[in-house]
């Protein structure tokens, strides 16, 4: 692995996604077995979890206002300690209520690490480092991930579910904390408007982000739920599924990054939806297992096509937007998310074809924004500033 121009900046954050990726994973993994067999719940009740959990992403905007009184830095580690209290806390307490309130804990902490996260990686690498380093992020979190999926795999032999989270809610508690003193950034980075900031001219972003919610949730949601509720997948079994997940990811990851600068962002997002609007189509209609897995794991690699919204922003953005205009990403990318859920889970218990068929409607809506980025602007923006630099109106896609 190469290094960067910001190594401190680089390390500092591939820590956190590594903490990060583990939160996020252990309850993943095992949230719908945990949901079926120790709780008692159905899809429904699916539903508004994963609604639930999506609120503090409807929030992000917010984080703006936590810089008023904390370095990114710190947001960044303080919300990493914040999920993994909530996975901790959720062992400790295995009833809907109690699921409902760790989740909006876990979540809170996990969406805000993701918009510092996100921030902080735009205005530390320039214009050409930035996919590589986004790239290499993911493989971070897919190589935990795999790491977690091995570790539960032979855990749930030994342990219950509820101590599973409550042993890696710990481990991350204390591996954040290790951190909550560095400032990586020395000082060196530009201010960033502290307000919330939503421009016309970034629509096509704001659009594709918001749309990019409405299938995140489908997958999130209700493809795992397909696996466990109609194929009787066991909690080892998804694991080991996992496992194949990420391996998959850690490798595809890097070579999407050298998609983007290549073929542009146009082209990138282009072939996603339009792959994802076949898999989603599929996920409606397959009766066997072995089909099944292989859909979501293409499912799976195709999120690491999105890495090119954030590539493609950078490049039309003005560099003191970067951190409010990723905290309002988030928000807008979490609109779809708390209301589709509960009714997708609705849909589901009427037909739960309907709820895979919206989402490859929706892929097709994503298509036709798509084709609204300008390819000339992509291709010779990479060839530019060094750092995310300021655009006019006529600049945006």
Known sequence: MHATKNNSMYLFLMILTVCGAAGLQVWVILFDNFLVNSVGLTAYHAGILQSVREVPG?????????????????LAVLSVVCLGVGVFITGLWPS????????????????????????????SFGLAETPTVLAR??????????????????????????????????????????L??????????????????????????????????????IF???????????????????????????IVCYFSAPLVARLIPRLGERTVLSTEYLLLAAVFVSYGLVESRAVAICLYV????????????????????DHEDLAPSAAAGFTINHIAAVVLPVTGGYLWMIDYRVTFFAGALMSLCSLVI??????????????????????TDAAAG
């Open 58 to 74: 409807f929030l992000s905007l917010l984080a703006v206002f936590a810089l008023l009184v904390m370095h990114e830095c710190r």
């Open 96 to 123: 809907f209520t109690g699921l409902v309130v760790t989740t909006l804990v876990s979540s809170l902490g996990y969406h805000y690490f993701e918009t510092a996260r996100q921030s902080l990686t735009l205005q």
């Open 137 to 178: 992020q993911v493989s971070a979190g897919a190589a935990t991930s795999v790491v977690v999926g091995v570790l539960v795999y032979f855990g749930a032999e030994w342990l219950s579910t509820e101590q599973l989270y409550m042993l890696f809610g710990g481990a991350i508690v204390v591996a954040a904390l290790c």
């Open 180 to 217: 909550v003193a560095w400032n990586p950034t020395g000082g060196a980075l530009r201010p960033q408007q502290k307000r919330i900031v939503l421009r016309r001219r970034y629509w096509v972003f704001y659009a594709l982000t918001f749309m990019g919610g409405a299938r995140r949730q």
């Open 220 to 246: 999130i949601a209700f493809a795992a739920f397909l696996l466990v509720q109609k194929f009787q997948f066991s909690v080892r079994e998804i694991s080991l599924l996992f496992i194949v997940n990420n």
């Open 298 to 317: 293409l499912d799976h690699v195709l999120f690491n096509f999105s890495m090119a919204i954030t590539t493609y922003f950078q490049k039309i953005a």
């Open 370 to 391: 798509a084709q609204f980025i300008r390819p000339q602007l992509t291709a010779t923006a990479a060839t530019t500033a060094p750092t995310a630099v300021g655009g």
